[in-house]
């Protein structure tokens, strides 16, 4: 079993969302870079009565580079509680076949947390750091844009007070030691925030460690995922800093049922087997129209968007796989956003890492 998760995202998700309190009015949300008024001096003789323009929000350049990204997630390699402990292997030839394929991003979900000496200085283990060092060189000598995550700090999750320490620690180390990598390189603060973990325990937190990756990286791309397991519903309930090189990222599973139908690490779900996806007016609905809320508020916070991850899993039907990771894939470039699928070769895969053959009908729904 690859995690002991025992309640569903979606269950979690519903009990965290009804228990926040919802930012207040005056919460500083990221708020848009505002241009002086162009207004000129008013002649004194000359009073005006036409009130000055409303300042408009200063295009994000950051919007064009993210909605150019279509990527990949290394799932379930270095997030492994050890490098091949869940079967994937990294190597140069996966990269330039991801490459070859067509992609222009790889996401890298690392388990750092297992990687660290003790209490206070939590120093990362250099052979591994070693290890993540050179997929991170494979990726950017390919051309690709490389985004590290930290994945499965599952004890941060559990104990926010706790772990603070360690978290931002973990920053501090990553941010200086990669500080003069190409800006091909973007940081993800956390995979996923969830239980104790709450929205605004995050929004602090996420403060906290922003600053300590922004003293060594000023202008490096960040992101920033939504709390409930990155839920798209969270968005609303996120609080950046005032940050251009920011963007936030979410996960989409729904329905949870069909894309975790069967998977080992989620309670109930063999009950969820043969769970079709049949791309009904009302199935593509429900995306078009989670896409849609996501959208408006990037725009309103003038902050771009990354699907950090989606995808069905390989016990689902595979025609209706091919059908929801079209439309989900579609929804997300409608949008503008960067996007990421979940797997490239495990349980949610669309490539044979030993074969090196790509599921040519996943591909092209994803791509084409
Ligand atoms: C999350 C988990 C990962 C899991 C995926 C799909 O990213 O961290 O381990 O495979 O979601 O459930």
Known sequence: MKLSRTITRTILTTLI????????????????????????????????????????????????????????????????????????????ELVLAVRDAGFNAIRLPVRFSAHTGPAPEYTLDPDFLATVDE?????????????????????????????????????DQLARHYQSQPEQLYFELLNEPSGELDADTW??????????????????????????????????????????????????????????????????SSAWLGTTWDGTAEEEDAISSAFDQARAWSTAQNVPLVLGEFGAIEQADHDSRVRWTAAVARAAKRTG??????????????????????DPDLLSALLD
């Open 17 to 92: 969302l009804t228990a926040c309190t919802p930012p207040s009015p005056g919460t500083p949300a990221a708020s848009p870079t505002i241009t002086a008024s162009p207004t000129p001096p008013t002649p004194s003789a000359t009073p005006t009565l036409t009130p000055s323009p409303v300042p408009s929000p200063t295009p994000n350049p950051l919007f064009a580079e993210m909605a150019s990204l279509r990527g990949v997630n290394f799932g379930n390699a270095l997030d492994a509680p050890a490098p091949g402990a869940w079967g994937v292997t990294l190597t140069r």
């Open 135 to 171: 997929v991170i060189g494979w990726v950017l000598d390919a051309g690709l844009t490389v985004l590290l995550d930290l994945h499965h700090f599952e004890a941060l999750n559990q104990n926010p007070a706790a772990e603070r320490d360690h978290f931002l620690s973990i920053w």
């Open 203 to 268: 929004n602090v937190l996420l403060r906290d460690a922003l600053a300590v990756v922004r003293q060594s990286n000023p202008d490096r791309v960040v992101l920033v995922s939504t709390a409930a397991f990155a839920a798209v519903d969270a968005l609303d309930q996120l609080s950046l800093p005032r940050d251009t090189r920011l963007a936030a990222t979410f996960h989409y599973y729904e329905p949870f049922e069909f894309t975790h139908q069967g998977a080992n690490w989620v309670s109930g």
């Open 337 to 358: 956003m960067a996007w990421f699928h979940w797997d490239l070769c495990t349980d949610f895969g669309i490539y044979d890492c030993d074969a090196g053959v790509w």
